[in-house]
């Protein structure tokens, strides 16, 4: 029975492109997201656009991760420096180092931010010294990420299936015992009333902008995608991954800005930095879904982490190991995976400590723009050069 058949058939295990998929769900979908911080930002914010413009976010990042992963499996780059170097051609030395700046600035920001958010979170939870919360979550970061990417997608799924069931348990009450409120938010925004603390207009290109500059900084991401090509066996399973990954993606982000809109015009929003919590203390059940959204923020934070993580080590142990023998790579291949995995997340962590949430949310736009220089323009130029016949 070959490996894929096995993977599709066993009911012990999930299909390789779901799992694929819930990579990507987990590397997007982190504590911003849980929060309901970014959603608000980018999204709802920008008036009534904020419904409809997440088929533009989702479409493109399940696009260009498929492009990606499609040229990862042909070429058999299953780190993002291979990866560059063999999709940049001759203008590698250039623009595979320019995206190793733009990695650096991803896991400056992205990992620092899940750091500090599932500390902050924890810290609030259990009263414990913040440093020794985010020292809590970098261990669970490290003992999953050194393991490799068999046990990154096995938690990724595991944890993209809890973050979902707790976010239908979060919003789905709310959604129907708040419909009426909702409907009035939605004929609201229809008018041009813009939501409490938005300082837009509710213009379409802006919106529209928004939009898409929320898609560059999280295409940065389809780095940590790489390493998971390894144990494709058909470009049918990266399809089907592209396809999971829009329509789980889509249905999250989609079921998070109706439900957050039960809340948006309320006077407690304007200063409000975790938009969910607002949501859920003003909703039924409040009691029982404040821990669940506390713990979908430190689970998202963890996921997150975890993605960007792995996705660094596996690039510095495979070119510590590319000239080493089977034989040599096997002997010390979980030392380097421990040594690289200490190192990386000890950088996060120590950056979080600074508290500097302020500059990683800066960091973001400037992780979009480094982004559009360094993945969506050459992603775009390789596939009208090619005609999209090398993926």
Known sequence: MSTKKSLLVDKNKMPL??????????????????????????????GIWCLLLPVVSQGLYAIFFWYGMRY????????????????????????????????????????????????????TLLGIPYWLCTLVVAAFIFFIAMYGTNVVRAAASTLSVLIIIGLVLVLVPNIFSQAGVIGEAISMMKSGQMVAG???????????WMSFLYFLFQLSSVSVMYQHMEPVTDVKQINKAAIWMFVVNFFSMELAIVGMLAV???????????????????GPGAAVLT????????????????????????????????????????????????????IFTAIAWGIAQFGLMA???????YLGYASLITVFIPFVIHAIITKMKDI
């Open 17 to 46: 492109a779901m799992g694929i998929a819930f990579v990507a769900f987990t590397t997007q979908f982190g504590g911003g997201f849980a929060s309901g911080a970014q959603i608000k930002q980018y999204f709802i914010n920008y």
């Open 72 to 123: 990862a499996y042909k070429h058999q780059t299953y780190d993002y420096r291979s990866f560059s170097d063999s999709i940049y051609g001759p203008t590698k030395l250039v623009m595979s180092n320019a995206f190793e700046i733009c990695y650096l600035i991803m896991i400056g920001t992205a990992s620092a931010a899940a750091f500090a958010t599932g500390g902050s979170t924890l810290n």
């Open 198 to 208: 938005s300082m837009e207009t509710g213009a379409f290109m802006p919106a529209l």
């Open 264 to 282: 948006m015009y309320t006077s407690s929003m304007a200063e409000a930095t975790v938009p969910m919590l607002v949501l859920v203390q003003n």
């Open 291 to 342: 821990p669940i959204i506390s713990i979908l923020i430190i689970l998202g934070s963890i996921s997150t982490g975890v993605n960007m993580i792995a996705g660094i080590v596996a690039r510095c142990v495979n070119a510590v190991e590319r000239n080493k023998s089977e034989e040599e790579k096997s002997k010390g291949h979980m030392l380097r995976m421990a040594i690289a995995t200490i």
């Open 359 to 365: 500059v990683v949310k800066q960091g973001y736009a």
